[in-house]
């Protein structure tokens, strides 16, 4: 199993510029999210999917939309990019959603985002 | 609300020391407590958890960490590190809020072992 994939590792975008970042899960998790990790703040959770189809917004939604249309993939969008969402940004993916409470997250290995 | 404070926010240790890493929270109600390891250009893993039962838990390369209801405290210990646990290491609390789950993460304690 590869795990939890995202693409791409490192981006510079512009302001006001859109882009998606990819990630994608081969666990058949049903639950994954997405966080963005900025310094001295830990992670904070942007937006989640508890399965195809189903999604919800975390606690720093703006700025940024998802879908969910397969169990693997769950893309982050950018719509218009902003120095403030310069970050670190991870998926994580668990087995179900109440797993998600009690167990063990799976994170991929990041992509490091700068809009300048 | 709830939060998670790391009360370090880098350690530095030599090899073969022991360390602890503190972490409190707040919280009435009952919580599933968590720590996470970010090794150098990697992902969060999962170290460890608290979810019931014992106080004391351990994870596989020699951290354990107790659960203090009193003090609302998880504090992360290691009797003996080595230079491969350096890493940032991450505190979180498990909570449901406005109809889904997430963890509240504290800010990080960035671990550096020398030789």
């Known amino acids: 199993n590869a795990g939890v994939t995202q693409t791409p590792k490192f981006q510079v975008l512009k302001t006001g510029q859109s882009m998606t970042l990819q990630c994608a899960q081969d666990m058949n998790h049903e639950y994954m999210s997405w966080y963005r990790q900025d310094p001295g703040m830990g992670l904070r959770l942007i937006h989640y999917s508890v399965g195809a189809g189903i999604t919800d917004q975390g606690e720093v939604p703006n700025g940024y939309n998802v879908s969910r249309s397969t169990t693997e993939d769950f893309p982050l969008r950018l719509l218009s990019a902003a120095p403030s969402q310069t970050s670190v940004y991870f998926c994580?993916?668990?087995?179900?959603?109440?797993?998600?409470?009690?167990?063990?997250?799976?994170f991929g290995p990041g992509t490091r985002l700068t809009v300048l | 609300a709830q939060s998670v404070t790391q009360l370090d926010s880098q350690v530095p240790v030599f090899e073969e020391a022991p360390v602890e890493l503190r972490c409190n929270y707040s919280s009435s109600v009952s919580v599933y407590l968590f720590w996470y390891v970010q090794y150098p250009n990697q992902g969060l893993q999962l170290l460890l958890k608290y979810l019931s039962g014992s106080t004391l838990v351990e994870s596989i390369n020699g951290f354990e960490a107790e659960f203090n209801k009193s003090q609302t405290s998880f504090h992360l210990r290691k009797p003996s590190v080595h230079i491969s646990d350096t890493a940032e290491y991450f505190c979180?609390?498990?909570?449901?809020?406005?109809?889904?789950?997430?963890?509240?993460f504290g800010a990080g304690t960035r671990l550096a072992v020398h030789p």
């Open positions: 979180a609390v498990s909570t449901r809020s406005g109809g889904y789950n997430k963890l509240i």
């Open positions: 994580a993916s668990s087995t179900t959603r109440d797993a998600a409470y009690t167990d063990t997250q799976y």
